[in-house]
Structure formats: structure tokens, C-alpha cells
């Protein structure tokens, strides 16, 4: 259940009272079936599956919620092919080219056909809002998939003025001055991959995983010019992810010191475990957003 992406936003206090309704304003705006002429379909669906009813998952001041979507698979290379053979076969009963316009409309008679043909595909993709803290966070390693998630709650709920998190410094001078050998926050540790680029466009890039980050093979690509744009980071040995500089929390792992304060407690239901492990998953997410925010100075919202 834990997420491997983090996309940060934020918005303002004056919001929860709206979140006070998620569960009724969700309900309306459930995840649908795509229709046979339809590309594709967006709705809100269970975070434990499709058969729950519950599309809201409580604990505390954090809620769990995700977004379904199912699209039809039907790639333009498929159907140009059909184009060109349709194309092909009027040319030679006819004895002429289709203009422009007529080519366009064959086009789309073509889409209306093969539609409900197609297959479907299904996703999901969950977020956890933290009431108390004003902030929400997205399983999405895209910046592109993240709004696309927040723009469908915005729709649901009516209004939903939630930014991205900006940082006021340089993640990428921060992160570079890091492996370079200055103090990292209180907790946090270096972690065993990162990636360097050089500042020019199109300049290359170097990958390390598994690797010991202050080796002298990575001190010499920092000597070089090279820049971190990512970088592995370990907090408390409870949780482990990728920082980028575009702000995305990408790898994000409960370890197994978190973990096993989990283990060793004894529920007597399902629901409590789930809750029990949103809960530790909830609480860590802000710790480290916390710790980043101080060292980043994340942008606020009133």
C-alpha cells in the first residue's frame, strides 16, 4: 500500500472544510466504465480496490483517496494503416484522390469504427491529503500525472487551490554541495545512487547505483563541472528515496526499522493492520517533508 512516488502540494487552511465532504463529493464523481466511442474515462474508485465501497480511506487527519482510469488502446499507427488500405482501395474503384477535408472525415468514420474494438486499459492513482499540515501527496513520479490527479479533484470537490511545492534555493547546488562533503539536515545520510549532469544543454549525464557516493570516481565527475540532479537520501535508517530537483520523492521505501515496530504489534483484524500501516506510512511522509522543507525552504501558501 505504501507509495513509490511523492509529488508534493500544498494548499490552504480554508480548504478542509470542503475535505470534511470528500467521501460525498467523491461519490459523485465515481470511475465509469469507458464508453464504446470513448478514449477514455476518469472517476474515483476504492484505495482497496474496485469492489470496496469506500472510496475514502480516514486515519487521523490524513485521507487516502485514488483515481481510476481506463483508456482505449488504439495507437495512430493503426489507424493510418487502415487510412492508407481505405485510401488505397477508393483510388482504385473511383480513380481518384480524396481531397483534404474528405481524408480527414474518412479519418474519424475510421476512429468511430475501430473504437469499440479496442482494448482497455485500467490505472490507478492514489494520493494522501494531510489535513493538518495543508498538504497532499501523489503517487506520481510525473509532474504531468500529479496535476493530472489534483485538476480531477479540483473537478470534484468544486474548488481545490492546491500549487506545487517550489524550493527558494537551488535544489541541484544543494544536492551538489551534499556529495561534495557539506553538512547534510539533522538525519538525513547520503544514500547509494545518484545523477550528475553537466550544466551545458545537452552536456552528459552519469547514472551510479549501488555505488559508494563519495568514492573517488564520483568525486571526480563533481571536479569535472558535473551537477547532482538526483540523489539518494536516507532518513533515520527508517525511510529510504531519490530526491530530484524538480521536488519529485521518487524510490520512497519504508525500511526495515519502521517496519517492525509494525510487526511486533499484534491486530485483531485486517482493518486494523491496514490502518495501522497507512498510519506509519502517513506520519513518515511528513517527517521527511518536514526535514525538506527546512532545507529546501518549500514554499507556503496562506
Known sequence: MF??????????????AALGQLEERLAEHPLKPVGPLELSS??????????????????????????????????GAVVNEALAKK?????AKEG?????????????????????????????LSASIDAR???????????????AFVSELRHALGSFPAVPVNAEVSVRALMTGWLTGE???????????????????????????????????????????????????VLDEQVSFVLGEDLVLRKFRLLDGAVESLENTERDSLAAELDARYALFSAEVHRVFGVLEKALKLSRVD
Open 3 to 16: 507509495f513509490k512516488n511523492l509529488s508534493f502540494f500544498r494548499y490552504p487552511a480554508s480548504t478542509n
Open 42 to 75: 476518469r472517476g474515483f474508485v476504492s484505495p482497496f480496490g474496485r469492489d470496496e465501497p469506500a472510496l475514502v480511506h480516514r486515519v487521523g487527519d490524513c485521507a487516502w483517496l485514488t483515481l481510476g482510469r481506463e483508456d482505449r488502446l488504439l495507437p
Open 87 to 91: 485510401l488505397a482501395e477508393i483510388e
Open 96 to 124: 481518384r484522390r480524396l481531397g483534404g477535408k474528405a481524408r480527414r472525415q474518412l479519418k474519424e468514420d475510421l476512429v468511430h469504427e475501430m473504437l469499440p474494438k479496442a482494448f482497455v486499459k485500467g490505472s490507478r
Open 133 to 147: 499540515h495543508g498538504i497532499i501527496a501523489i503517487d506520481a513520479a510525473s509532474k504531468k500525472s500529479a496535476e
Open 183 to 233: 553538512p547534510l539536515p539533522e538525519g538525513l545520510a547520503l544514500g547509494d545512487e545518484c545523477e550528475l549532469k553537466d550544466p551545458v544543454d545537452g552536456g552528459a549525464v552519469v547514472k551510479a547505483q549501488r555505488q559508494e557516493l563519495t568514492a573517488e570516481e564520483m568525486v571526480k565527475h563533481l571536479e569535472g563541472g558535473k551537477q547532482v540532479t538526483r540523489l539518494a537520501l
